[in-house]
Nanobody, 124 residues
Framework: QVQFVESGGGLVAPGGSLRLSCAASGRIFSIYDMAWFRQAPGEGRELVATITSDGQTKYEDSVKGRYLISRDNAKNAVYLQMNSLKPEDTGVYSC??????????????????WGQGTQVTVSS
């Protein structure tokens, strides 16, 4: 099976920076698209940034120029560097990845995995 674990997040003042990380482990053959989502209080989940297996990136308009998504394929990891943070960036951030792996009985499977979510609070 696959474990997909997030780290990072916390409380930061407006204008500050944070870095989120997400790493997958297990019998992984390859990882396709990876992404970060966020859910603000009382709102639905929204897509923040995506990165393909060959490194092409896309960003939600409100974070362009401030956020940077990257990945390390050797570590099965995805990162989100968040700069110039604003109070409206507050929310629970979750990573997602499309993973091709071997299950407990050796069958090849492809599934979307979610990290456990981490709280980011931007406040003075």
């Amino acid at each position: 099976q696959v474990q997909f674990v997030e780290s990072g997040g916390g409380l930061v003042a407006p204008g500050g920076s944070l870095r989120l990380s997400c790493a997958a482990s297990g019998r992984i053959f390859s990882i396709y698209d990876m992404a970060w989502f966020r859910q603000a209080p009382g709102e639905g989940r929204e897509l923040v940034a995506t990165i393909t297996s060959d490194g092409q990136t896309k960003y939600e308009d409100s974070v362009k120029g401030r956020y940077l998504i990257s990945r390390d394929n050797a570590k099965n990891a995805v990162y989100l560097q968040m700069n110039s943070l604003k109070p409206e960036d507050t929310g629970v951030y979750s990573c997602n990845a499309d993973i091709y792996y071997s299950d407990a009985v050796g069958r090849a499977r492809r599934t979307g995995y979610w990290g456990q979510g981490t709280q980011v609070t931007v406040s003075s």
